[in-house]
Structures are given as C-alpha cells and as structure tokens.
C-alpha cells in the first residue's frame, strides 16, 4: 500500500484519489474551526503560499472528534476556512481519525511513522495533556491522533515521512519541507 491508494471525499461529495497529489511534497492535517489551533490555519496558508510553486501541497481534513471544535458539516468548514482564515489550498470533507471509523487514509498515515513522545515541558502542552487524560485517554496510547493540527509530512514518493503534533514548531516543519525540496 502507498498513500496513492487512498480515496478522499471533498466537501462537495466528490470523490478524489491521492494519486492526485502523486510526486508532490504533501503536509496533511485534521483540523478544527473552533481550536485553540485554529491559527495553525494561516500558517499552513503562509507555508502552502511559500512553497506551492515548488511542489508542496497542504490538504486539510476537519475532524469533530476532540472536543466536538468542529460540529458543521464539510462544505461550511471549507467555505469558513476560505473566508476566515484565507485558506486556499484543499479542504475536504470531515472525517474521523481516531477510533472504530478512522478514515482509511488517517489510518494509514498514523501507522507509517512513530508517534512521538508526548511533550509537557510548555503551559500549553501540559494543559493539552491533562484534557486529553481527562477527556480521551485511549488517544495518549498507541499510534492515535491526540488533537487537532496534528500533521503529516509525505515526500515526492508518498512516503510518510515524520509526524508533528498540533504544539510542534512551524518552523521546524519548514525546516522538514526544505530537506524534501
């Protein structure tokens, strides 16, 4: 299997195969409207617009499943992420990534690399844990999603090659982006 296998469902209900995006560098992330992530969007902007000429494509999968931070259906998550936050690269219908009905394509990303060790050396990260405990215990253990923003580095071949979690650095992201360049 390679990420070229997958099919992804856009907000329109229009189905779209990953060999779309085949020898692009891709950056997926599960996203959220209503997260205190939710800055992360323009980020993604910045590098989407930075690197777009290059080969680098950002796709976005809004997911409801932490915290319920994205209750509206795919087409309003889109046409929010549009208006808000000046989204230009993809962003699809909403999904699951974690649980019974995780996506095919989440599935497979979170089992192609390592999860790292959660962090708690930051306020935001130790607050971020003690929710995730709290709330979701099951998604601290094994290969699951913990939050939202949590991303995906895929190079030219489909491979995937690190992950990063919704705290992780932009720049160190970008840094991750230029070796693949």
Known sequence: MSIYNYLVKKP???????????????????????????????DLQKLYEKYAQQGVQVLSFPCNQF?????????????????????????????????????????????EVDCPTFKRETMQQKMMYK???????????????????TKFLVNQKGQVIK??????SFLDIEQAIEVLL
Not at 135 to 149: A, D, M, Q, V
């Open 12 to 42: 329109n209900g229009e189905i779209l195969s990953m060999e779309t995006y085949r020898n692009k560098v891709l950056l997926i992330v599960n996203s959220a409207n209503h997260c205190e992530f939710t800055y992360q969007y323009e």
């Open 67 to 111: 915290g319920a931070q994205n209750p509206e259906d795919g087409q309003t998550t889109a046409t929010q992420c549009k208006l808000q936050f000046g989204v230009s690269y993809p962003v699809f219908d909403k999904i699951n990534v974690n649980g019974d009905s995780t996506h095919p394509l989440f599935n497979y990303l979170k089992h």
């Open 131 to 149: 929710s995730i405990q709290e709330n979701y215990p099951e998604y601290l253990i094994g290969r699951n999603i913990r939050w939202n923003f």
């Open 163 to 168: 992950r990063f979690e919704p705290y992780d």
